[in-house]
């Protein structure tokens, strides 16, 4: 048997985790980087989106080549953040998440949503692009969610980084395979269901 202070080590351990997640489920505050004026893109879509439904978190759209998006003033880049963010929605291509990551790691932002493709699913070379991520993440204690991801939503806070329509509140919360997340994310936009979804995210 597991001696007292190994089960009290384990304990602290699960509890340190789901605190960290609770900031990334539910962030205060929220960097877009790669964000954009193109409407076709997500990281323009996804910024309209917390600002339409009323996020009230703090939000930092990042891109060195614009001063302001959507009324936001924009930041440079992730090293200009003015202090420490729960979350960063990762817009750029999967050749540069991991200096992404590892800028958000010398930050201490806590999580990101990677939404690139072009890794372990796309053979070798994205396989490697996968594992330096996952190395820099783990090594700066950012949690990941995807990548090649839809994204995720919390409709208590109003943080719809899907960019989903008309979703329905209430109290499930689901962790999916990115192959089922946007089946099940339209499933919880339909007006005409009667559940509702309080968080889901997709990731591998």
Do not use: W
């Not at 109003?158 to 997340?181: E, M, T, W, Y």
Request: charged share 20%.
């Amino acid at each position: 048997m597991p001696s007292p202070r190994n089960v009290r080590r384990s304990s602290e351990g699960i509890m340190r985790a789901s605190n960290e997640l609770v900031y990334i489920l539910s962030p205060n505050s929220i960097a877009i980087i790669g964000a954009s004026k193109n409407p076709t893109k997500r990281g323009y879509r996804s910024l309209r989106k917390l600002l339409d439904d009323g996020y009230a978190g703090a939000i930092y759209p990042i891109n060195p080549k614009e001063s302001e998006i959507c009324g936001n003033r924009c930041l440079p880049d992730v090293g200009s953040l003015p202090g420490r963010v729960d979350l960063a929605l990762v817009c750029t291509p999967a050749t540069t998440v991991a200096s992404v990551i590892a800028e958000c790691a010398a930050k201490e932002v806590r999580g990101a949503v990677v939404l690139a493709g072009g890794f372990e699913e796309a053979g070798d070379d994205g396989k490697r692009l996968q594992d330096a991520v996952l190395a820099v993440a783990c090594a700066g204690g950012v949690r990941i969610i995807g990548p090649n991801t839809s994204g995720m939503f919390n409709t208590h806070k109003a943080c719809n980084l899907g960019g989903f329509s008309d979703l329905r509140k209430g109290s499930i919360g689901l962790f999916v395979p990115i192959r089922q997340h946007g089946s099940i994310a339209r499933y919880g936009s339909s007006s005409q269901r009667a559940c509702g979804f309080e968080h889901l995210c997709g990731s591998r």
